[in-house]
């Protein structure tokens, strides 16, 4: 079963909460504070993995998740960190937001593992929070959220040449002559229904990689038929091979046909038509006067257009060689660049810069009041101990730092009005 594209859920891990405690030693009766710092998250790492040439495993899992980082301890005892989870794709895996269907990033080329979310960072203990005037700190840093993410995974073959051409002209018959594939071939229409990889090797040269790509039909880049399932997997391509049954045996005029398939490739992505193509007029062996048949017509058309037309047979064999090494010069002319999909956002900004904001600062306008939320600032009232002057002073500055004051003031809020945070209410006072 060919897997080309999945929907999962990635999440990284949380940053574990910074301790509050302190020294309780024989003999050391003023003891200081010695929570210890939380453990970082685990991070969300894809990696390529040569050995997959399908998504089929997320078939069945479909939600991966980082280690949490543990709290801190005693006696400035750090917590462990959350592990990271290391999920591996064949090359060429696209991945998308799903919400939006941006590319994030593009597992191709140089791009062999990538870090897409990373784990909340661990929350200070105690410790770090001892002054000259505040010795005995009763509170700590929470940890960072995790962040998460649902993805679309997209596998694009790679591959230097792709076959394209209308049902049963014989792509699967070329691939199985020219390369060590095997597909299913028969006569009737879309025996394809996966795209098959072979490699071409050749005397003298390193040889390349080929994709037989299903049948296409008009209307395939409207999404007709197998449509848009396998129409980007020649957008990686290098080389067109267009065949052609150039005898005729569907039926067909060869000559439409061309024009047919050159038009839907047009229609999906003009820079996919605009690509180097080679015509490939199979079933010549068929054919009983090639002087006077579709194949002069074809030539008589393309050729001066730059576009070469070989007339082969992928049964017999005839014409074969001349065609692969002609595709092999054009190969070298155009080096080895992969088509590499440039993400069309940052990852850490957009929607995943969302996922960081530790709270939000809104005017309620039927109480009256302002109300800031947030996991952040939910976490450091329970670690703070508002009753104790050091500890209102701490919060106080804990507004200051995070810019929760300097949004209050952006909304006007103004000496005297209420401030709500989760069951707290303050007056404003500058």
């Given at each position: 079963?060919?897997?080309?594209?999945?929907?999962i859920y990635?999440r990284s891990?949380?940053?574990?909460?910074?301790?509050?405690?302190?020294?309780?030693?024989?003999?050391?009766?003023?003891?200081?504070p010695?929570?210890?710092?939380?453990?970082?998250?685990?991070?969300v790492?894809?990696?390529v993995?040569?050995g997959?040439?399908?998504l089929?495993d997320f078939?069945?899992?479909?939600?991966?998740?980082?280690?949490?980082g543990?709290?801190?301890g005693?006696?400035?005892c750090?917590g462990?960190?959350?592990?990271?989870i290391?999920?591996?794709?064949p090359?060429?895996?696209?991945?998308r937001?799903a919400?939006?269907g941006q590319?994030i990033?593009?597992?191709?080329?140089?791009?062999?593992?990538v870090?897409?979310?990373?784990?909340g960072r661990?929350g200070?203990g105690?410790?770090?929070?001892?002054t000259?005037t505040m010795?005995a700190?009763m509170?700590?840093?929470p940890?960072k959220?995790?962040k998460?993410?649902e993805?679309?995974l997209?596998?694009?073959v790679?591959a230097?040449?792709g076959l394209?051409?209308?049902?049963n002209v014989?792509?699967?018959t070329?691939l199985?002559r020219?390369?060590?594939?095997?597909?299913?071939?028969?006569?009737y229409?879309?025996?394809?229904?996966n795209?098959?990889?072979?490699?071409?090797?050749?005397d003298?040269?390193?040889?390349?990689?080929?994709?037989?790509?299903?049948?296409?039909?008009?209307?395939a880049?409207?999404?007709?038929?197998?449509?848009?399932?396998f129409?980007?997997?020649?957008?990686?391509?290098?080389v067109l091979i267009?065949i052609?049954?150039a005898?005729?045996?569907?039926?067909?005029?060869?000559?439409?046909d061309?024009?047919?398939?050159?038009?839907?490739l047009?229609?999906?992505?003009p820079?996919?038509?605009?690509?180097?193509?080679?015509i490939?007029?199979n079933?010549?062996?068929a054919i009983?006067?090639r002087?006077?048949?579709?194949?002069?017509?074809?030539?008589?058309?393309?050729e001066?257009?730059?576009?070469p037309?070989?007339?082969i047979?992928a049964?017999?064999?005839e014409?074969v060689?001349?065609l692969l090494?002609?595709v092999n010069?054009?190969?070298?002319?155009?080096?080895?660049e992969?088509?590499?999909?440039e993400?069309?956002?940052?990852?850490?900004?957009a929607?995943l810069?969302q996922l960081d904001?530790p709270?939000t600062?809104?005017?309620?306008?039927?109480?009256?009041?302002?109300v800031?939320?947030?996991?952040?600032?939910e976490k450091?009232?329970g670690y703070?101990?508002?009753?104790?002057?050091?500890?209102?002073?701490?919060?106080?500055?804990?507004?200051?730092t995070s810019?929760?004051l300097?949004q209050?003031?952006?909304?006007?809020?103004?000496d005297?009005?209420?401030v709500r945070l989760?069951?707290?209410?303050?007056?404003y006072?500058k």
């Open positions: 079963m060919f897997a080309d594209r999945a929907r990635v891990g949380k940053g574990g909460d910074g301790h509050v405690s302190f020294r309780h030693e024989k003999f050391v009766p003023a003891g200081g010695d929570g210890g710092d939380g453990g970082k998250g685990g991070d790492i894809f990696r993995d040569e997959l040439n399908t089929i078939r069945s899992t479909r939600k991966y998740k980082a280690g949490d543990e709290p801190g005693k006696k400035n750090r462990k960190d959350g592990k990271s290391v999920i591996k794709v090359p060429g895996t696209v991945i937001e919400e939006s590319v990033v593009d597992m191709s080329g140089e791009n062999r593992e870090t897409l979310l990373k784990g661990g200070s105690n410790q770090h929070y001892a000259s010795q700190p509170y700590a840093q940890g959220p995790a998460e993410l993805l679309l997209e596998l694009k790679i230097d040449v394209v051409g209308l049902p014989g792509k699967s070329f199985a020219v390369t060590n594939a095997k597909p299913k071939i028969a006569n229409h879309f025996t394809t229904l795209p098959n990889l072979g490699v071409v090797d050749l003298d040269t390193k040889g390349f990689v080929i994709a037989d790509i299903p049948g296409l039909i008009e209307g880049s409207e999404g007709v038929g197998l449509g848009h399932e129409l980007r997997h020649i957008e990686r391509t290098k267009h052609v049954d005898a005729g045996t569907e039926g067909r005029d060869p000559l439409e061309i024009c047919a398939i050159n038009k839907e047009e229609a999906y992505n820079d996919i038509a605009m690509r180097p193509q080679v490939a007029a079933k010549i062996d009983y006067d002087e006077d048949s579709a194949l002069k017509r074809i030539r008589e058309k393309f001066p257009k730059g576009i037309v070989y007339p047979s049964v017999s064999g014409g060689r001349d090494y002609h010069e054009m190969l070298q002319e155009l080096g080895d992969i088509t590499v999909f993400p069309e956002y940052d990852a850490e900004a929607r810069k904001e709270y600062v809104e005017y309620d306008q039927s109480n009256d009041e302002y800031v939320e947030g996991p952040s600032v450091m009232l703070t101990n508002l009753e104790s002057e050091k500890g209102f002073a701490f919060f106080q500055e804990f507004l200051k810019g929760i300097e209050l003031e952006q909304l006007g809020i103004e005297g009005d209420t989760y069951g707290h209410s303050f007056d006072y």
